[in-house]
T-cell receptor, first 113, second 112 residues
């Protein structure tokens, strides 16, 4: 059963804490993306990776970090420097790049305690 | 940077009616895509139209692209209650930036 998975579904962060959101795909896609969605808004790109061991900042990268050590995995860390992290986070992948269809995971909702 | 802007922001229709959503963008594009999002879920790809195409169909969906006006429309015919969702356009700017830019979305409610 091919697809893209995200965990956890809900995540709670305390003040000053770093948290990591997981994203895994078994579609053999080269490119992976992280988006942030605020209520009633569109998606904003945080980071993207077009190939293993390489990634680029998106439009709102401050306060976030990523790694791409394996083709199938693209974890996102929300650091304590991100002062307003409450949002819905979506991970996506595509075969080769942005010109292709992106396949999305079910999302992780991050809440601040 | 916001490339795509959608209109209307919200649309409410009766089941069986047609729904039309519009998307405008600012720069030249390679292609334009439409996605659907049910509340609290991930996005699902609906259709991709390339810059050299003018119209594309998929089931009850019809997408048009006018590159001279930098606009696209998504038409859903004979709508159903299950079509209730948010719909987003996304553009891949010419020049192979490696990323999609999403619009703010149109929220469609189809009343049974």
């Amino acid at each position: 059963d091919g697809g893209i998975t995200q965990s956890p579904k809900y995540l709670f962060r305390k003040e000053g804490q770093n948290v990591t959101l997981s994203c895994e795909q078994n579609l053999n896609h080269d490119a992976m993306y992280w988006y942030r969605q605020d209520p009633g808004q569109g998606l904003r790109l945080i980071y993207y990776s077009q190939i293993v061991n390489d990634f680029q900042k998106g439009d709102i990268a401050e306060g976030y970090s990523v790694s791409r050590e394996k083709k199938e995995s693209f974890p996102l860390t929300v650091t304590s420097a991100q002062k307003n992290p409450t949002a819905f986070y979506l991970c996506a992948s595509s075969a080769t790049g942005a010109s292709e269809t992106q396949y999305f995971g079910p999302g992780t909702r991050l809440l601040v305690l | 940077s916001q490339q795509g802007e959608e209109d209307p922001q919200a649309l409410s229709i009766q089941e069986g009616e047609n729904a039309t959503m519009n998307c405008s963008y600012k720069t030249s594009i390679n292609n334009l895509q439409w996605y659907r999002q049910n509340s609290g879920r991930g996005l699902v790809h609906l259709i991709l139209i390339r810059s050299n195409e003018r119209e594309k169909h998929s089931g009850r969906l019809r997408v048009t692209l006018d590159t001279s006006k930098k606009s696209s429309s998504l038409l859903i015919t004979a709508s159903r209650a299950a079509d209730t969702a948010s719909y987003f356009c996304a553009t891949d700017a010419a020049g192979n930036t490696g990323k999609l830019i999403f619009g703010q979305g149109t929220t469609l409610q189809v009343k049974p």
